[in-house]
Nanobody, 123 residues
Framework: VQLQASGGGLVQAGGSLGLSCAASGRTFSGYFMGWFRQAPGKEREFVATIGWSYGTVYYGDSVKGRFTISRDTAKNMVYLQMNSLKAEDTAVYYC?????????????????WGQGTQVTVSS
């Protein structure tokens, strides 16, 4: 599995930014795609996950209502739309993939990871 995240950058607090993740290397039917983030000196934090086949979504409490995860199965793409950004959203964002049956919010459940993209929110 190969995952390539893109779309990070610098944005002012209150602004919006969209991330993309190109997925390849296998059929993702039955898989779940996730976004995590890691700020300097902090542990990797669960952001959101989406089921590839049915689009079932789940969000971390810190982003609920502000971020939206989606996928385009025809293009093998996963997206994260981030609105109302805050300084505390600053982190490296990673896309990841896991098979069904594993805990969605745990980084250890995801055997496949992209390289990460930096998001910086200025206050």
């Amino acid at each position: 599995v190969q995952l390539q995240a893109s779309g990070g950058g610098l944005v002012q607090a209150g602004g919006s930014l969209g991330l993309s993740c190109a997925a390849s290397g296998r059929t993702f039917s039955g898989y779940f795609m996730g976004w995590f983030r890691q700020a300097p000196g902090k542990e990797r934090e669960f952001v959101a996950t989406i089921g590839w086949s049915y689009g079932t979504v789940y969000y971390g409490d810190s982003v609920k209502g502000r971020f939206t995860i989606s996928r385009d199965t025809a293009k093998n793409m996963v997206y994260l739309q981030m609105n109302s950004l805050k300084a505390e959203d600053t982190a490296v964002y990673y896309c990841a993939a896991r098979p069904a049956g594993l805990k969605a919010t745990m980084a250890e459940s995801y055997p496949s990871w992209g390289q990460g993209t930096q998001v910086t929110v200025s206050s």
